[in-house]
């Protein structure tokens, strides 16, 4: 037997395609088991399988060792209104000595897509997410079936339902953490109805009761998986962002369009994504049942692989850094989805397997039919070596019956899941007999540091830790530095530190061990007071610039103490070095209070700072500032070129200081001063007759970002220019049209008739006329149909239909002869016809393309035409690394390189040539819910379409086509829509030349990472 599952890599093994539709066929649970490959000494083993289980979601495991698992045959859709959903939460045990399942039970059926689960200490009670809520589930009458149902934390997002919320996971402080997944909205509240927001990728933290929830980071992407190590850190595995972080609490990380909080994003500990943008569920190793190489190692799911990726942490200071390992299962068969990870109270890995022949959730359309409801496995992963060591037994241990001395016993034990459901017990029945037994066996000189730091964590837990039994943990170099952290943690939920405590975090900031510093750091954010300052100060500059995560943790720690501005005038009392005043500088942009923007302003008058740290301060005081202030903040740009100019800035840093400050008082809802906007205008002015496009570019947006009409005559000098790329000139013409209507309207329609004038620059001339609701501009679009060729006639038609009026006068048009039905089987157009409202627009679109060959045979002859050039083409990486950075960058970033306003296209080449030219030719065929057009109407008669990236106080904030950012005053927005068109321009098959086309291609295939294979 253990031939078939030990496994080395062999002649004719090699790991599955990647494919976003299996070619692959149905296997059954044995057969996929010989297609799954570990390292050598290990063993894979089947838990439960398909009729037993249906899609495992999330794995738990309860305290009388049995295994939970939400499992789902609705997904990706919920259940209808008024059909009682089909999702059961089921209950594995009775394991044999092969892992296998011998018993299972349904505990709780009529489920809508659960995913989070955690059973109770009591073994009987769990929390358990299902649309839309995270339920209560509780057997009281021991039948093993739940029958008590009531919401323990309300209410949920479900727009999106491959994320929502999941990963619950007791914290060392009896807090259960989770995150919030992709796209959704939730506001969410426990009994004491004090609510918490969260918009996509978030994680957070709930007592256990149902009583109170509380954000702990902020952003990411779709994090699906948490998981703490030894020293009491939180890591987390996202897709789209990174496929591992270390979290850092209050941090904020990477989202699509999402800001921070102004000390920049929290730290990364990877640079790698693991060949996928796709991640669910993590474990960081913490046991010994595995050889000891692999304890600490952090492994994640990686569903789009079809592998479990691993890492070893390698430190710098507190800063893990995630060394990237040989993978630790591959599957030669790629309907293995390993969607979450859980590690046994036996040391083993447990592995939820969704399998299914797809697995994207946007990559391939829900309603494919290819898509399996039904089969599921659960794997159990073992070390089993040449045989001289004894295998675990996968026999669960009840807990629930264990003495106090029992309990206190498995604090000692090797593995993470058996101290917690310890202690838990200990908490949950120990009572007065277990504080007393804690504080002699557990917190004594011999009981050594693993048992010791659940002690306090239990003791704290109890409200039994006193002060005299903290110090005895923390203080003393003696103290394992893992102790000394663990202890200082206590602190931070602390209400008040007490001069004991307040005496030991002092103390503790100056640890030789950075853990123990960075432990300490977080206790005097959480606490802050005047005099936390100077030592915080000492902390950031005597911290290596490769402890990012240290670093981070300092800065976050000194930003906090200013959170009330009664801090600044002691400040001002300090004795400060100009190093400090930097630091502070540095925090206090962070700060959103008059007091921190008075501390900016001065600074900026006393010190000569780079044009980047400019930008932001000014910023901060334009946006938060007294009233009182603005005439220095305009006195202090006006005289910057001088001041920039010896720090390599100049009139560029200057126009950029400008736009800040004006972003700033829009936020508030202020005008910019005269005087800046005049100094703005001669700025703009030398930008735009400069000779160098870069520089005409840049004058172009701050006419648009400053609303400059007196530029206006600039702007139709760039449209004249000859020796200007096209895009640039359209784009002056748009910015006449945004300044002044009735000289735009004039303009454009001129531009628009004009045969001469090179299709790109007709085209943004239709876009911006379309963009004007009045009846003139949608006349003048119209007339021009009949003349103008395709290509002309495709943009302008799919600009018009994005209002009903527009939409009407197509289709008259079209019905009148005045314009071609072919636009019509044209996806963009027909799209914005079906979103403008129009009554009965199905049918009347079909009588006008009664007799004309279906839409598709046009998409499908461009992509026929394009598979094959590319086949013949030469094709050039480096060549198609350059088109990428032109025509995509704007928009998209790969390996940290471009803009992050779409979506990030790291591990693109995985997708296959198929996809890929279906999301560069169609963008529209898949538009992720993130990531469609916003239309504004403004009540200028203005519309404004893009990515709505977000909201800042009283501005929308938009990308358009070019990627680049728009800012709308809230207040002039009369109606406000989201339709399913992708931002992305749907001709980029006529903007980019062939030869450059394939060579983007080309580039976009190659970036799929290969892995090794062990």
């Known amino acids: 037997m253990a031939t078939a599952f030990l496994t080395a890599r062999v002649v004719g093994q090699q790991p599955a395609p990647v494919e976003n539709v299996s070619t692959f066929e149905h296997r059954s649970p044995e057969d996929e088991r010989k297609a799954l490959h570990v390292p050598p000494g290990f063993e894979i083993q089947l838990v439960a399988a398909e009729p037993d289980i249906q899609k495992p979601l999330n794995l738990a495991f309860d305290d009388k060792g049995r295994l939970w698992v939400t499992d789902t045959v609705e997904y990706p859709f919920g259940a209808k209104e008024g059909e009682k959903p089909r999702d059961t939460v089921k209950i594995l045990s009775d394991f044999g000595p092969d892992g296998r399942a011998r018993k299972i039970e349904t505990f709780a059926d009529g489920l809508n897509i659960p995913i989070g689960l955690l059973p109770m200490p009591s073994a009987n009670e769990a929390l358990v997410h299902g649309i839309p809520n995270i339920w209560k589930l509780k057997d009281s009458d021991g039948d093993g079936k739940a029958d008590v149902k009531e919401p323990a934390y309300a209410t949920y997002g479900h727009r999106d339902t491959h994320g929502m919320t999941n990963a619950f996971s007791w914290g060392y402080d009896g807090w259960i953490y989770a995150c919030h997944g992709f796209s959704n909205d939730s506001e969410v509240a426990g009994a004491d109805k004090q609510s918490i927001k969260m918009n996509s990728g978030n994680t957070y933290r709930m007592r256990p009761d149902g009583s109170h929830l509380e954000q702990i980071t902020h952003g990411q992407v779709n994090p699906f998986g948490l998981a703490f190590d ?3 850190y939180l890591y987390s595995s996202d897709c789209h962002s990174k496929p591992l972080y270390q979290l850092i609490r209050g941090g904020y990380y990477p989202s699509f369009g999402k800001p921070h909080d102004g000390l920049d994003f929290a730290p990364e500990m990877v640079t790698h994504d693991h060949g996928s943008t796709a991640i669910s569920g993590i474990i960081s190793y913490q046991s010994d049942q595995f050889p000891a190489e692999y304890r600490d190692r952090l492994m994640v799911g990686n569903v789009v692989t079809n592998r479990i990726n691993q890492d070893i942490v390698e430190w710098h200071g507190s800063t893990p850094k995630g060394i990237e390992q040989p993978d630790f299962v591959w599957s030669e068969d790629n309907w293995f989805r390993p969607v979450d990870l859980e590690l046994g109270p036996d040391g083993a890995i447990y592995v939820a397997d969704f399998y299914n022949r797809i697995i994207g959730h946007y990559e391939v359309p829900l309603t494919h039919p290819g898509r399996d409801f039904t089969s599921g496995r659960i794997w159990r992963i073992v070390y089993k070596g040449d045989g001289s060591k004894p295998v675990p037994s996968p026999e669960a241990v009840d807990r629930t019956k264990s003495s106090v001395d029992e309990l206190i016993e498995d604090l000692k034990s090797p593995t993470l ?6 202690a838990n017990q200990l908490v949950a029945r120990g009572g007065d007999e277990a504080v007393a037994k804690l504080r002699e066996r557990a917190l004594g000189p011999g ?49 008040t530190l007490s001069p004991a405590t ?39 500059q005597s911290t290596s610039a490769d402890d990012t995560h240290l670093l981070y943790t300092a800065r976050k ?79 202090y740009v006006q005289n910057l070129g001088q001041r920039t100019s010896t720090m390599g800035g100049g009139p560029g840093s200057q126009l950029a200081a400008i736009k800040e400050v004006r972003q700033g008082l829009a936020e508030r809802g202020a005008e910019t001063p005269a005087d800046l906007r005049a100094l703005a205008m001669g700025l703009v002015s030398g930008f735009l007759e400069a000779k160098e496009a870069g520089r005409v570019k840049r004058g172009i947006e701050a006419v648009g970002e400053f609303q400059l009409k007196e530029a206006i005559p600039g702007l139709e000098a760039v449209f004249a220019r000859g020796d200007l790329p096209e895009e640039q000139r359209a784009a002056a013409l748009a910015g006449i049209a945004a300044l002044d209507m009735p000289l735009g309207l004039a303009k454009l329609k001129g531009a628009l008739d004009d045969g001469s004038l090179p299709p790109p620059l007709r085209e943004a001339a239709a876009v911006a006329l379309a963009n004007i609701e009045k009846p003139e501009a949608r006349d003048a679009i119209i007339a021009s149909l009949a003349t103008a060729p395709e290509r002309v006639q495709s943009t302008a038609a799919a600009a018009l239909v994005r209002r009903k009026d527009g939409g009407e006068a197509l289709l008259k048009a079209i019905a009148d002869g005045k314009a071609s039905a072919r636009l019509l089987q044209q996806r963009p157009i027909t799209i914005g016809l079906e979103n403008a409202g129009i009554e009965g627009v199905g049918d009347r679109i079909a009588k006008l393309l009664a007799g004309l060959p279906p839409a598709d045979e046009q998409v499908k002859a461009l992509l026929d035409g394009r598979r094959e050039g590319f086949g013949k083409a030469a094709a050039d990486v480096a060549a198609g690394a350059k088109v990428f950075e032109v025509r995509c960058g704007v928009c998209h970033q790969i390996e940290g390189k471009g803009a992050r306003v779409g979506p990030q296209l790291d591990g693109v080449g995985g997708r296959g040539l198929d996809r890929i030219l279906e999301d560069v030719l169609d963008p529209n065929r898949n538009v992720d819910q993130m990531f469609r057009t916003t239309v504004l109407a403004l009540e200028d008669g203005r519309v404004i379409s893009g990515l709505l990236l977000r909201e800042e106080g009283k501005i929308l904030v938009m990308a358009d086509a070019q990627g680049q950012e728009v800012r709308v005053p809230a207040d002039e927005v009369e109606e406000r829509k989201t339709v399913q068109l992708s931002p992305m ?24 990472e290969e892995k090794p294979v062990k």
């Open 447 to 495: 009981a050594g540091p693993t048992s010791q730091v659940h002690a306090i964590w239990i003791l704290e837990r109890l409200g039994a830790l006193d002060d005299a039994s903290l110090f005895k943990t923390v203080d003393g170099p003696w103290q394992a530095p893992a102790l000394q952290a663990h202890g200082l943690r206590v602190l931070v939920d602390r209400p």
């Open 985 to 1008: 321009p749907a001709d980029l098959a006529q903007q980019i030349p062939e030869p450059e086309f394939y060579n983007l291609l080309n580039y976009l295939l190659s970036r799929r």
């Open 417 to 422: 899941p058996v101290r917690m459901t310890a």
């Open 502 to 540: 307040r005496s030991i975090a002092l103390k503790a900031i100056a640890s030789p061990d950075a853990h123990v510093r960075r432990a300490a750091a977080e206790v005097l954010g959480a606490h802050p007071e005047l005099a936390f300052v100077r030592p915080l100060l000492d902390l950031r």
């Open 230 to 232: 030894s020293l009491g």
């Open 557 to 635: 720690a000194l930003r906090d103490q200013f959170a009330n501005p009664g801090v600044w005038p002691g400040v001002a009392a300090m004795k400060l070095s100009d190093q400090d005043r930097a630091d502070l500088a540095d925090v206090a942009v962070a700060a959103p209070n008059a007091a921190a923007s008075a501390f900016l302003m001065a600074h900026l008058w006393n010190t000569l700072e780079n044009p980047g740290n400019v930008a932001r301060y000014l910023h901060h005081v334009a946006r938060h500032g007294e009233g009182s202030i603005i005439p220095s903040l305009t006195e």
